[in-house]
C-alpha cells in the first residue's frame, strides 16, 4: 500500500518530468551524473568490486553477432574502472555470450552468470530472448537491465512478463512504432499506407502496432505483405504494394531483407517515404542501397551518437578505440555502466533489492539519451527520427519523445 | 493503363524468376558434378557459395580491386578451396558408406561458415554489380546483373555440356558415374578425376555466389538456402542430366516467382517445398531422371 | 546334438538390459544430487535428458533404419506448440497436452513417410528439410493455434502431474528422469526383438529384405513414426519446462545438432544417445563461458569449427562414435580375464569356440537309401521375358520343376541365367507367367513369391555383415507373427515365445549345416565356403518348397563342393525341389535329374545331365562353332 502511493508520487513526478524534459535533454554530455534522489555518492565503501554480466554476443559468436554491446560495455568499465570505480573498488566485469535464437542455452548462460555471483546483469538483446527467460530473471531476483524493446518485458503492459527485477532500456517498441506512424500519416501527411512485415515475432508485432497506430491517426492500411528473413526478391510484395497505390510504407524486416526491399522499391519507381525503424541505420551500413531508395528513407534510432553533441565525448573515445562510429546500442550499452554506477553508489551498496529500487527510480543523463525509470520499468523515452545522406551519415530530422503509457504498462 | 501495369509486372516477376532460377541451377550443377563424379552430396556447397561471395566483397570491399579481378580471384580460390575439401572430406573417407562422406562435408561447412563469420562478422555486407543499373521494359525495370546472372549461366552450362559430351574428361567422368570399378579396372584416373570434379564444383559455387550477392546483400548464412534450392532442382531433374537439374532450376524460380507472385504471395517461399514434397511422392526419379538412377542414392 | 541345440538361449535372454537402466536412473539421482553446483548445472542436467529422449528417438529413426531425418528437431518443436495448444485451456490437465503431441506427431509422421514411400536416402533428407521448413512456417504463420503472433507463444503452464507441480529445474530432474527411463526401457524393449534386426535388414540391402518377405515399407514407417513420438514427446517436456516457445529454437541447425549428438554418441547402441547428447551439451556450455582466449578473440567463437572438425576426424577415426569405440576396447581387453558376470552383464557374444571356416571333417548329411519319386510340376514358369532397353535378356523361356527333382540350368555367361532367377523371384519386372504348386503368382512382387515358398540364393552370398549368423538365419523365419515394435512393447512375453521358438528352429538349422558354433559371430567374420552353408541354412529355417541356387558352388574348393552337393541331396529328399545353376560339369551331373540350357536368352537344349554335355548345341553355345 506504502509503495502503492510511493509509486503514483513517481508517477506524477515522471510526468512532470517529463512535461519539461525536452529541454534537459540538451545538457550535459554523456557520463556525468546529477545528483539522485535520496543518499549521495560519497555513502558507499565496499570491500569487494561489483560483479556486473554482460549477456550479449560479440563478432563471429554468431550469425546476428554485432559488436556494439561488447565494446560499449568494455568502454564504460575503462572509463568508470579509470574514474575510482564503483564504491571505491574496481568493477568486475564479464561478458557472457548469449544465443538469441537457442532459447535454452540463453538460459543456461543467464543461470552461469548467477552462479557467478553477479549482482547486476546486463543484456539480454533479442526480443523473443527476454520473453523467454523473463521468468528466470525474476526467479533470480537480480537486477537486469535488458537491452530489447518488446513490450511484453514492461511492467503492466498486455500479456507481460516483466517484473521489479527487469528494466528495460529501449523504449517500447510499439511506441517507436506508433511515433514513426505518427510522423509519417499526421506530419507528412500520408493516409494511404502499406506495410512490410517479415514473419518473425518483431515483424508481427510491429506491423500490428502499426495498423493500429494507422486507423487511430486516421489513416487506412491499403496494403499488408509478409515475407520470410531468409527472402532475397521481394518484387512481388513491392509491386503489390504500387499496385495497390500506397503512398507511405512502414516496414518491419530484417536488414538483408532492407537492402533488397528498399531498393527494389526504387527500381519499380515507388518513390513514396519509407519508414524502417532502426533497420534502416543497419541496411544503411551495408552501403548497397541506391541513391534514389536513399533519399526515401527514414529510419528511427534510439538516438545517434555518431552526430548528436550529448554523446560528442562518447563517440570521440568509442571512434578512437574501435575505429568506427558508435551505434546507439554501443552508447547505451555504455551509460548502462554509469547508470549501474550511479544506482549502486545511491543504494549505498551491492544489496540486489535496493539497487532494483534504485532503479525504479532512476534519472540520469547519458550519452544517448536521458533516462527516466516509469511504472513499467522502461528507462529511455526518446528517440530520433533520421534521414540519410548517400554514404550513410545520418541526419536527425526530429527528436521524438516517447511518453510513457499514461496507464502504465 | 490496368493492363500495361499487369505486363510490366509479369515480366518483373518473370526476370526475377529466370536470374533467380539460373543460380539455383548453377547451384546444383556445381554438386551434380561432384555427385557423377565421386557419387558424394556435398553439403558443403552452400557454405562454398557464401564463401564465394565473400572473397570477392573482400578484395574489391576491403583491398580495393577492380571488380572483374575480384570476381576472377573468387572463382580460382574456389576452385582450390574444392580441391582442399576433396583431401580432407572424400580421400580419406574412400570406400566408407556414402553418409559418412556426406556427414564429413556438414563439418567443412560448419567450419568454413563460422570462419567467415569470426572474420567478416554478421552484419549484412554488399558486393558491388559487375554493371550497375538497369533498364525498363514495358514498365519493368530489370538490372543488368540478373541478365548478366541469366547469360552466365546459359554459357556456363553450355561449356559443362561440351565437357561432358566431347571431351575425355567428360567421358570418364561418364564412365565412373555409371560404374566406377569398371571404369578403374579400365585404366581411368579416378583419384584425378575426384579431385578435378570437386575443384571445379567449388569453382561453380563461387560463381553462383559473386553473381548472385550484388542482386542483394550477403551475410554468412545466404548460400545454404541457395544450396537448399539447387537440391530441389536436381531432384527435380531427377539427378542424373545436366540439362535436366536446369530446366528444374527454372521450374523452381517460375514457381516461386511468377505462380507465387500471383497466388498465396504470403506462403511464396514455401512454394517450392511443396512442389518437391509432391513430386518426390508421386515420382521419385524426378520429372526427367531415370528409373535406375536412384538406386544409388 | 539336440542337447547342444536345446541349451542356447536367444540373446534377449542374455545381458542384462534392465538392470543397466535402473543402475543408470540411480547413478543419475546421485550425481544430480552430489555433484551439481549451481543453477547453470541444474539447468544443464535437465537439458541433457530432454536431448538425450530426442536422439534415442533418432536413433532410432536414423541408427536402426537407416533414414537421413533432418525433420526431429521439427517435429520436437511441433510437440511442444501442440502440447502449450492442448494445455491453453485450465480445465485440462497437462498430461494432456503430451498426449496430444503425441497423437499429431505419429499422425504428421505417418503421412509424410507414407508421401515418401518410395524415396531413400538423399531424397528422403532432402524431404525432411522440406518438412522441417514447412513445420516452421505453419507455425508462424498460424496465429490461431499459437496465440501470437510470429510463432511465440509464452505463458506455458508448468508440468503437473498427480496433483503436484513441477516449477523448478530440481522439480523437472525428477519429471525427466523418469521420462528418459521410460524411454530407455521402451528402447531396450525395440532392442531385444525382432524388430531390430528387421529393420537392420532393410537398412543394409532393401532388395534382399523383400526376397526374404520382410515388410520394407512397414517397418521403415513405423520406426520413422517411433522416433518422432520420441521427439514429440520430449518437445512437450521441454514445453512445459521452458514456458515460452519461439520457432527459431527449431531450425535446422538444431537438426544438424542432433545429428551430431547421435553420430558422436555412436549409432550402434541405444546408450550412444546419452552419451552424445551428454557430449554435447556439456561441452557447449564449457565453452561458452570459458574464459579462454585465442588471438583476442573468445574460444566460443570458435564452436561451430570445433564442432566441425571433431565431426571429420570422428568420420574418419571412429565412424561407431564413443559408444563403439568404448566396445572396441572392451572387446580387445576382454581376455579370459574378464569375469563372466561382467561379460554377461554387459550382454557381450560368447567368442565362437571353433574358427570361423567349414569344418570339413565333420560328418555330413546322412543320406537316405531311397528317395522320394518326382511327382507333379511344383514351379512353373512360361514365356518368362525381360527387357532392358532395347535388349532382350530372357526371351520366352519355359521352365518347370516337378516335386522331387533336382533341375540344372547351364550356359556360358551373359545367357541370362541370373536374370531369369531374377525374373522368377520378382527382382527384376518380367513378362510371362508364373504358377506354383498350380496357383498363379503374379510376377514382379518378390514378397508373393517368397510366401509361396520359392527361396533363392545369390552368386555372392548376401547375408547381413553386421548381423549374426543366426541372426540372418532368423530373417527367413516364415513365422512372422508379432515381430512389431507395438508388439514388442505392449505383448512382450508372447513375443518372447515365438522368437525361442525360432531360435530353436534357427539353431537347429545352423548345426545342420555345421554353423551351430559360430552362430553368433557377425557374418562378416566367415569365410567363403561357411557363408555359403549359412546361406543354406537360411534356406532350410524358412521351410522352402522350392530353391533357386543361383552359381552356388562358385568359389568352393573340391571338399567343400562335395559337402554343398551332400546338403542338397539331403534337401531333396525332404521333399524341397531344386533349381541348380551352375558351370561345374562334375557338380550338375552329379546332382542334377535333369538339365536345361539357356543361350542368350533362349532355351535351346534339354536334356540328362550326362549327355548333356555331348549335345552340338551345348558345345556351340559354350565354346563357339567350331
Known amino acids: 500500500m506504502k509503495i502503492r502511493r510511493f509509486a503514483v508520487v513517481l508517477c506524477v513526478l515522471a510526468f512532470i518530468a517529463g512535461a519539461c524534459g525536452s529541454s534537459s535533454k540538451k545538457s550535459a554530455s554523456g557520463g556525468t551524473t546529477t545528483t539522485a534522489a535520496g543518499g549521495s555518492s560519497s555513502s558507499c565503501k565496499a570491500t569487494t568490486g561489483i560483479k556486473i554480466v554482460g549477456l550479449a554476443e560479440t563478432t563471429g559468436e554468431g550469425a546476428q553477432a554485432v559488436p556494439y554491446f561488447a565494446n560499449g560495455w568494455q568502454l564504460g568499465v575503462d572509463a568508470v574502472n579509470a574514474a575510482g570505480g564503483i564504491c571505491g573498488q574496481q568493477i568486475s566485469y564479464e561478458r557472457l555470450p548469449m544465443s538469441p535464437t537457442d532459447n535454452a542455452q540463453a538460459k543456461n548462460t543467464l543461470l552461469s552468470a548467477l552462479d557467478k555471483k553477479a549482482d547486476v546483469l546486463l543484456g539480454i538483446v533479442n526480443s523473443a530472448t527476454v520473453v523467454a527467460l523473463a521468468p528466470n530473471v525474476t526467479q533470480a531476483a537480480t537486477p537486469t537491465i535488458a537491452f530489447s524493446s518488446v513490450a511484453s518485458a514492461f511492467l503492466g503492459a498486455p500479456n507481460s512478463v516483466g517484473s521489479q527485477w527487469l528494466f528495460m532500456i529501449r523504449p517500447r517498441n510499439t511506441t517507436v512504432t506508433t511515433a514513426q506512424i505518427d510522423y509519417l500519416v499526421k506530419t507528412l501527411g500520408k493516409k494511404k499506407i502499406g506495410l512490410q512485415c517479415v514473419n518473425q515475432t518483431f515483424g508481427v508485432q510491429s506491423c500490428a502496432a502499426a495498423k493500429a497506430a494507422i486507423e487511430a491517426d486516421g489513416g487506412t492500411v491499403v496494403d499488408q505483405e509478409t515475407n520470410e528473413v531468409t527472402d532475397t526478391n521481394l518484387t512481388s510484395k513491392v509491386l503489390a504494394l504500387k499496385n495497390k497505390g500506397a503512398d507511405g510504407i512502414y516496414a518491419a524486416v530484417f536488414p538483408n531483407n532492407g537492402v533488397v526491399f528498399f531498393n527494389e522499391l526504387a527500381d519499380n519507381d515507388v518513390n513514396v517515404p519509407v519508414f524502417s525503424g532502426a533497420i534502416a541505420g543497419l541496411a544503411m551500413g551495408t552501403g548497397q542501397i541506391k541513391p534514389a531508395a536513399v533519399k526515401n528513407l527514414y529510419g528511427l534510432d534510439d538516438c545517434a551518437p555518431a552526430v548528436e553533441s550529448r554523446a560528442s565525448k562518447f563517440n570521440t573515445a568509442y571512434r578512437a578505440k574501435f575505429g568506427k562510429a558508435p551505434s546507439y546500442s554501443a552508447a547505451q550499452a555504455y551509460d548502462a555502466i554509469f547508470i549501474v554506477k550511479k544506482v549502486a553508489e545511491a543504494a549505498g551498496g551491492y544489496d540486489k533489492a535496493k539497487i532494483a529500487a534504485e532503479l525504479a527510480k532512476l534519472d540520469y543523463d547519458g550519452a544517448c539519451t536521458h533516462y527516466q525509470a516509469d511504472k513499467g520499468n522502461g528507462l529511455a523515452h526518446s528517440a530520433v527520427l533520421e534521414t540519410f545522406a548517400t554514404d550513410g551519415t545520418p541526419t536527425v530530422v526530429k527528436s521524438v519523445d516517447i511518453p510513457p503509457p499514461a496507464n502504465g504498462g | 493503363m490496368v493492363f500495361a501495369t499487369a505486363t510490366s509486372d509479369f515480366l518483373s516477376y518473370l526476370s526475377a524468376a529466370i536470374s533467380e532460377g539460373s543460380i539455383t541451377a548453377l547451384a546444383a550443377l556445381g554438386f551434380l558434378l561432384t555427385f557423377k563424379a565421386t557419387g558424394v552430396i556435398s553439403f558443403a556447397q552452400g557454405a562454398f557459395i557464401t564463401l564465394g561471395a565473400y572473397l570477392a566483397y573482400w578484395t574489391s570491399g576491403k583491398h580495393d580491386w577492380p571488380i572483374v579481378p575480384a570476381y576472377v580471384f573468387a572463382i580460382v580460390a574456389m576452385f582450390f578451396v574444392g580441391v582442399a575439401s576433396e583431401r580432407i572430406a572424400y580421400r580419406p573417407l574412400r570406400g566408407r558408406s556414402i553418409h559418412v562422406v556426406v556427414i564429413a562435408t556438414f563439418g567443412i561447412s560448419e567450419i568454413v561458415v563460422t570462419l567467415i563469420n569470426i572474420f567478416f562478422g554478421a552484419s549484412p555486407q554488399g558486393l558491388d554489380p559487375l554493371v550497375q543499373g538497369g533498364f525498363h521494359v514495358s514498365g519493368a525495370y530489370i538490372p543488368w546483373q540478373r541478365v548478366i546472372i541469366v547469360g552466365v549461366t546459359l554459357v556456363t552450362t553450355a561449356a559443362l555440356v561440351w565437357l561432358f559430351g566431347s571431351t575425355q574428361f567428360g567421358r570418364q567422368v561418364r564412365a565412373v558415374a555409371s560404374d566406377r570399378e569398371t571404369a578403374q579396372l579400365y585404366g581411368v584416373p579416378v583419384g584425378r578425376l575426384s579431385i578435378i570434379a570437386f575443384g571445379l564444383a567449388g569453382s561453380l559455387a563461387g560463381l553462383a555466389g559473386v553473381l548472385i550477392a550484388p542482386v542483394g546483400s550477403i551475410d554468412p548464412n545466404f548460400g545454404f538456402l541457395i544450396m537448399l534450392g539447387g537440391f530441389y532442382a536436381a531432384i527435380l531433374g531427377g539427378f542424373g542430366s545436366l540439362g535436366g537439374v536446369v530446366v528444374g532450376g527454372f521450374l523452381i524460380g517460375f514457381v516461386q516467382y511468377v505462380i507465387g507472385s500471383y497466388w498465396w504471395r504470403d506462403y511464396q517461399s514455401l512454394l517450392p517445398f511443396v512442389l518437391i514434397l509432391g513430386v518426390i511422392a508421386v515420382s521419385p526419379q524426378g520429372l526427367f531422371g531415370n528409373r535406375n538412377a536412384h538406386g544409388r542414392l | 546334438m539336440r542337447e547342444r541345440v536345446r541349451r542356447v538361449k536367444p540373446p534377449i535372454y542374455r545381458g542384462m538390459p534392465y538392470l543397466t537402466i535402473a543402475l543408470f536412473v540411480v547413478g543419475l539421482v546421485i550425481y544430480r544430487n552430489w555433484r551439481t553446483h549451481g543453477l547453470a548445472q541444474e539447468s544443464l542436467f535437465n537439458d541433457w535428458l530432454l536431448y538425450a529422449l530426442v536422439v534415442l528417438g533418432f536413433y532410432f529413426v536414423f541408427g536402426v533404419a537407416g533414414q537421413f531425418a533432418f525433420s526431429q528437431a521439427a517435429v520436437f518443436g511441433l510437440g511442444g506448440y501442440v502440447s502449450a495448444w492442448a494445455t491453453f485451456n485450465h480445465s485440462h490437465p497437462v498430461f494432456v497436452g503430451m498426449i496430444a503431441a503425441a497423437v499429431v506427431a505419429l499422425g504428421a509422421s505417418f503421412v509424410f513417410a507414407l508421401l515418401m514411400q518410395r524415396t531413400e536416402h538423399f531424397y528422403f533428407a532432402v524431404g525432411t528439410l522440406g518438412l522441417q521448413t514447412i513445420i516452421v512456417l505453419v507455425i508462424s504463420k498460424w496465429t490461431h493455434f499459437t496465440h501470437g503472433g510470429g510463432g511465440e507463444v509464452s505463458g506455458i503452464r508448468p508440468w503437473s502431474m498427480f496433483g503436484h507441480t513441477f516449477l523448478t529445474d530440481f522439480d523437472m530432474f525428477k519429471v525427466l528422469t523418469l521420462a528418459l527411463g521410460v524411454g530407455l526401457v521402451l528402447a531396450a524393449f525395440i532392442e531385444r526383438s525382432p524388430v531390430r534386426r528387421e529393420a537392420i535388414a532393410v537398412r543394409d540391402q532393401p532388395i534382399v529384405a523383400r526376397t526374404l518377405g520382410l515388410p520394407a515399407l512397414r517397418i521403415r514407417i513405423v520406426m520413422f513414426m517411433l522416433g518422432s513420438t520420441f521427439a514429440a514427446v520430449a518437445g512437450s517436456l521441454y514445453a512445459h519446462r521452458a514456458a515460452s516457445l519461439s520457432t527459431e529454437s527449431f531450425s535446422v541447425e538444431l537438426g544438424l545438432y542432433i545429428f551430431l549428438m547421435a553420430i558422436l554418441g555412436g549409432l550402434g547402441s541405444m546408450w550412444g544417445a546419452v552419451v552424445g547428447s551428454w557430449f554435447f ?248 565356403g561357411a557363408n555359403r552353408m549359412l546361406e543354406l541354412a537360411r534356406v532350410i529355417a524358412g521351410d522352402a518348397k522350392v530353391v533357386l541356387l543361383d552359381e552356388p558352388s562358385a568359389g568352393l574348393n573340391h571338399a567343400e563342393t562335395e559337402l554343398l552337393a551332400a546338403h542338397l541331396r539331403a534337401l531333396r529328399d525332404e521333399g524341397v525341389a531344386l533349381l541348380v545353376v551352375d558351370h561345374k560339369i562334375d557338380f550338375i551331373s552329379s546332382l542334377c535329374d535333369r538339365v536345361v540350357v539357356l543361350e542368350l536368352g533362349r532355351l535351346v537344349a534339354e536334356g540328362d545331365p550326362h549327355g548333356i554335355w555331348q549335345d552340338e548345341r551345348v558345345v556351340t553355345a559354350y565354346l563357339g562353332s567350331a
Open chain 3, 281 to 528: 551439451v556439456y561441452s557447449t556450455q564449457e565453452l561458452q563461458t570459458s574464459s579462454i582466449v585465442i588471438n583476442h578473440h573468445k574460444i566460443s567463437e570458435f564452436k561451430p569449427i570445433l564442432f566441425g572438425a571433431l565431426l571429420i576426424i570422428m568420420m574418419i577415426a571412429a565412424p561407431e562414435g564413443l559408444t563403439g569405440l568404448f566396445r572396441r576396447v572392451v572387446r580387445r581387453r576382454r581376455s579370459a580375464a574378464m569375469p563372466l558376470f561382467l561379460s554377461r552383464f554387459l550382454g557381450l557374444a560368447k567368442d565362437p569356440v571353433a574358427s570361423n571356416d567349414l569344418d570339413l571333417d565333420r560328418p555330413g548329411p546322412t543320406v537316405s537309401v531311397e528317395r522320394p519319386p518326382i511327382g507333379d510340376a511344383v514351379l512353373e514358369a512360361r514365356g518368362i521375358t525381360v527387357r532392358f532397353g532395347g535388349v532382350r535378356a530372357v526371351d520366352e523361356v519355359d521352365v518347370s520343376l516337378r516335386d522331387g527333382e533336382i533341375l540344372g540350368l547351364i550356359g556360358p555367361n551373359g545367357s541370362g541365367k541370373s536374370t531369369l532367377l531374377n525374373a522368377i523371384t520378382g527382382v527384376v519386372p518380367a513378362g510371362g507367367s508364373l504358377r506354383i504348386r498350380g496357383t498363379d503368382v503374379r510376377l514382379g512382387r518378390a514378397e508373393t513369391v517368397v510366401r509361396a515358398g520359392v527361396y533363392r540364393t545369390y552368386q555372392t552370398p548376401q547375408r547381413y555383415l553386421e548381423l549374426s549368423c543366426i541372426d540372418n538365419v532368423l530373417l527367413s523365419t516364415t513365422d512372422r507373427r508379432l515381430t512389431g515394435v507395438v508388439s514388442s512393447i505392449l505383448l512382450r512375453p508372447l513375443v518372447l515365445r515365438h522368437e525361442r521358438a525360432r531360435w530353436q528352429r534357427a539353431a537347429e538349422a545352423l548345426d545342420r549345416v555345421g554353423l551351430l558354433d559360430v552362430a553368433e559371430a557377425p557374418a562378416g567374420s566367415l569365410s567363403y
